[in-house]
Nanobody, 122 residues
């Protein structure tokens, strides 16, 4: 059974930083494209960043480019998201999951973890 455990969220002031982690199990991690998503209150879940299985290629949505960095440690089956210069509009629950493409296309019927809440105060 696949498990995705996100952690590292919290309350931070605008301009601050957080580092999110996503520990995966039950599925091959190495070689699997992975991505971070977020869902703000009243909005649909959106793709934020993706990374190839080797970690050599990354992709970001325009709103986080230059501020967020996605990375992975295949030996630890862990995905990371370093978030700097945080803004109130980054407030959301953040999730990780495997992705079919580097633009965030999902696999059908993939389950989600519980996510981790990020709240940025102004």
């Amino acid at each position: 059974q696949v498990q995705l455990v996100e952690s590292g969220g919290g309350l931070v002031q605008a301009g601050g930083s957080l580092r999110l982690s996503c520990l995966t199990s039950g599925r091959t991690f190495t070689g699997t494209r992975m991505g971070w998503f977020r869902q703000a209150p009243g909005k649909e879940r959106e793709f934020v960043a993706g990374i190839t299985g080797s970690g050599s290629i990354t992709n970001y949505v325009d709103s986080v480019k230059g501020r967020f960095t996605i990375s992975r440690d295949n030996a630890k089956n862990t995905l990371y998201l370093q978030m700097n210069s945080l803004k109130p509009e980054d407030t959301a629950v953040y999730y990780c999951n495997r992705i079919r493409s580097m633009t965030g296309e999902m696999y059908d019927y993939d389950a989600w973890g519980q996510g981790t809440q990020v709240t940025v105060s102004s």
